[in-house]
């Protein structure tokens, strides 16, 4: 009986392994493309709750990003599962994306700043234009009362 109980708690600690790997789908999302996937989901996933152009929240963008990939749903969860039991190839896809995504947004934020100092440069020279074409009036009306008051 001691022996049967040994056996059979070895065997239900064998069988309880997690390592398990799944088998490549026929229809697997390469690597880069599984990157570029998961750049526009997260973008998508946060832009649900800003507003578009139409003022209008919580939509979900997730059939967009399906869209501009051609693939659906259920392609990117086999894939997604397959990538998902080799996991040093998913951090390497995520890690990818984020890096990705951190050049991106260090380019617009460059492009940003760019614009705000040409704005903030076209404010400061209409400011400066106003204040020459307003000492220009006071010294016209000056010259005009000189002129005037000469002539009497």
């Not at 760019?114 to 400011?127: A, G």
Request: contains cysteine.
């Amino acid at each position: 009986m001691k022996k049967l109980s040994y056996i059979l708690a070895f065997l239900i600690l064998g069988s309880c392994t997690s390592n398990t790997i799944f088998e490549k789908p026929t229809d697997l999302i390469p690597k880069d493309t599984m990157s570029l996937l998961v750049q526009e989901m997260w973008i998508a996933s946060s832009a649900t709750y800003i507003k578009n152009k139409n003022m209008e929240r919580n939509i979900n963008y997730m059939p967009l990003v399906y869209d501009k990939f051609l693939i659906d749903s259920i392609r990117f969860q086999t894939s997604n599962l397959y990538y998902i039991s080799k996991i040093d190839e998913y951090k390497l896809i995520f890690e990818d994306a984020k890096n990705s995504l951190k050049k991106q947004k260090a380019y617009f934020d460059h492009i940003k700043s760019t614009k705000d100092s040409l704005r903030l440069d076209s404010i400061k020279r209409n400011k400066d234009l106003k204040k020459k074409k307003d000492s220009l009036k006071k010294n016209l009306k000056l010259n005009d009362s000189l002129i005037k008051n000469s002539l009497r």
